[in-house]
């Protein structure tokens, strides 16, 4: 049975044939993108027997929810399950002036940071565009937001490495900022990558792509390849070359991703290189407390050296700090990993205890 979800109208008119007049394929269009629907009967404006005719041989394709996590602090990760029976994560971070999802590209992710609770996944699969797009209807349906009237970001910085699965990427990117369709502002999508250098150039070549975010999180090769063994392909010298040729918008920045963990890359040394390294682009820096978890064997810094790491590179960009979202859940950066809570408190044990007090002490962005 196919799956529509993932179609733009082009593919959609080719799949109602020549039998159909040209606004049935646009008609369609909207209801899967704009209207969101959930089945084929509630697309009211195609004719009966054309819907029957469809839902016969095509299903929507939207994930199913298997499991729900509400954190204290308002953030909701979803456990959602693909019509191929593999599950990925996505995550609901509302805020006052805003609401950000942050999707996944892979049913897990090949990159094996040491940091980060998906690694121990490893990779099962690309996901299409239909499910990239998919996760963020889902989303959007669930909490009664529209990008016309409510402020959505999406960032791609779930389970996976965006830039290994750049065609579905891009195909879902268009049909999230496309004004006939989900009508997201390009200017709130966003990829993150651990810097797969000639992905980085062939997504700076795409007419309409998501803002780039570069998870650097080292000022070193040495350490760099410590934490993200991938990097040893793409030394910092070649990742911030491709870094300066990357055809920004007029409106666009840079932004990189610096994970701090205690004693490994928060030092004044640190610091004062991350400024050098990045203070000719047109950038700006997130600095990411690290988010405990089991298996991950590092620390973060204590408040007082994440502020102090903060004073050095604003000198120079801007730099802010990340408030952590959904610790208490599992469902911040690096957390994602299908657990259950459960299972995850088990496995934890003084970690989790060093995660709830590193929310109540750490300073909001």
Not at 108 to 115: E, I, K, N, Q, Y
Not at 156 to 163: D, S, Y
Request: hydrophobic share 40%; net charge positive.
């Amino acid at each position: 049975m196919g799956v529509l979800l993932g179609l733009d109208a082009g593919e959609l008119a080719a799949l109602l044939g020549q039998g159909h007049p040209g606004f049935r394929a646009q008609q369609l269009y909207e209801a899967l993108y704009r209207t969101r629907v959930t089945s084929l009967d509630e697309v009211t404006t195609l004719p009966s027997d054309l819907r029957r005719q469809l839902a016969a041989d095509h299903r929507i394709g939207l994930p199913r929810v298997e499991r729900r996590y509400d954190s204290a602090d308002g953030t909701r990760r979803y456990l959602l399950r693909l019509d191929d029976g593999r599950a990925i994560e996505a995550v609901f971070m509302p805020e006052v002036s805003r609401s950000t999802f942050c999707i996944s590209t892979q049913v897990g992710c090949p990159v094996g940071c040491h940091f980060c609770m998906t690694a121990a996944l490893g990779l099962e699969r690309n996901l299409t565009a239909g499910e990239i797009a998919g996760q963020v209807l889902f989303l959007l349906r669930e909490h009664g937001l529209e990008p016309g009237r409510d402020r959505v970001n999406v960032v791609m910085m779930g389970q996976g490495e965006p830039l290994l699965n750049l065609e579905a990427v891009l195909k879902a990117t268009r049909l999230l900022v496309d004004p006939r369709g989900v009508g997201i502002s390009p200017r709130r999508v966003t990829l993150s990558t651990v810097g797969i250098v000639p992905k980085i150039r062939e997504l700076g070549q795409a007419a309409i792509r998501p803002k780039l975010a570069i998870s650097l999180h080292a000022t070193t090769d040495e350490v760099r390849a410590r934490l993200i063994p991938i990097a040893r392909r793409y030394p910092l010298a070649e990742l911030l070359e491709a870094c300066r040729a990357y055809p920004l918008r007029s409106w666009e920045r840079l932004t990189f991703e610096y994970l701090l963990i205690r004693g490994v890359n928060d030092s004044d040394h640190d610091a004062r290189r991350l400024a050098s390294l990045l203070g000719q682009l047109r950038a700006k820096v997130n600095l990411i407390p690290l988010n405990p978890g089991p298996g991950i064997p590092y620390q973060p810094p204590d408040p007082e050296r994440i502020l102090a790491f903060q004073a050095r590179v604003r000198r120079v960009l801007p730099c802010f700090i990340r408030k952590p979202r959904g610790q208490d859940v599992f469902a911040a950066c690096g957390q994602l990993r299908r657990m259950a809570l459960d299972e995850a408190a088990q496995a934890c044990g003084a970690i989790s205890t060093l995660a709830r007090r590193s929310v109540n002490r750490t300073m909001p962005e």
